[in-house]
Nanobody, 121 residues
Framework: QVQLAESGGGTVQAGGSLRLSCEASVDRYCMGWFRQTPGKEREGVATATSEGTLRYVDSVKGRFTISKDNAKNTLYLQMDSLKPEDTAMYFC??????????????????WGQGTQVTVSS
């Protein structure tokens, strides 16, 4: 059973930066970051494959950078120019081979516990 462990969340002022990490017990082909705020559905933020294909939701393009270190079984999310609307619980998720699309949350069978990101104005 693959296990995921996120770290790196915290509180930062608007315009600041945070870096999230997600360590997997076993490497998976496709991993992604998702976020959720109370009362709202979980949404995809970005995904990365072991072959280097990266995808981002429009709201974070140019501000967030996802990367995947296959040798360390670790996924990262560098978040710059943070905005208050980025405040959410951020989750790491993984799936095997297949379309690595953050819009298809149901395809991700393994999820981490989440790490809170709070951006103050």
């Amino acid at each position: 059973q693959v296990q995921l462990a996120e770290s790196g969340g915290g509180t930062v002022q608007a315009g600041g930066s945070l870096r999230l990490s997600c360590e997997a017990s076993v490497d998976r082909y496709c991993m992604g970051w998702f976020r959720q705020t109370p009362g709202k559905e979980r949404e995809g933020v970005a995904t990365a494959t072991s072959e280097g294909t990266l995808r981002y939701v429009d709201s974070v393009k140019g501000r967030f950078t996802i990367s995947k270190d296959n040798a360390k079984n670790t996924l990262y999310l560098q978040m710059d120019s943070l905005k208050p609307e980025d405040t959410a619980m951020y989750f790491c998720a993984a799936r095997g081979r297949g379309a690595c699309l953050f819009s298809n949350l149901r395809a991700f069978g393994v999820w981490g516990q989440g790490t809170q990101v709070t951006v103050s104005s």
